[in-house]
């Protein structure tokens, strides 16, 4: 069973940066795409960024302020988040799909909270 873990949320005034990290567990799996979500309070969740093989899209809200990377050798991925707004402020989830001994499977982590506000 594959299982994520992410770090990094917290409390950043406008204008400030924070980094974002998942890493990925478990036994005998492979990943093909790692991905971030977000979901504000009283709006659906949004996907936010995703990266798979050598691609990086973003939502149009968050380009040029936000960057997706991966670390292949470590199951982990990063979003870097630049120029943060109020209305960035959401839980964030991790997905990740890909393979196992199990088979096809999708995960979620448990969220971490960002909140922009002076």
């Known amino acids: 069973q594959v299982q994520l873990v992410e770090s990094g949320g917290g409390l950043v005034q406008p204008g400030g940066s ?4 998942c890493a990925a567990s478990g036994s ?8 971030w979500y977000r979901q504000a309070p009283g709006k659906e969740r949004e996907l936010v960024a995703i990266i798979y093989g050598g691609t990086t899209e973003y939502a149009d809200s968050v380009k040029d302020r936000f960057t997706i990377s991966r670390d292949n050798a470590k199951n982990t991925v990063y979003l870097q ?3 943060l707004k109020p209305e960035d402020t959401a839980v964030y989830y991790c997905h990740a799909a890909g ?3 199990g088979g096809y499977f999708e995960v979620w982590g448990q969220g ?4 922009v506000s002076s």
């Open 18 to 21: 924070l980094r974002l990290s």
């Open 81 to 83: 988040m630049n120029s």
């Open 99 to 101: 393979s196992s001994s």
């Open 112 to 115: 971490t909270l960002v909140t």
């Open 28 to 35: 005998r799996f492979s990943i093909n795409a790692m991905a």
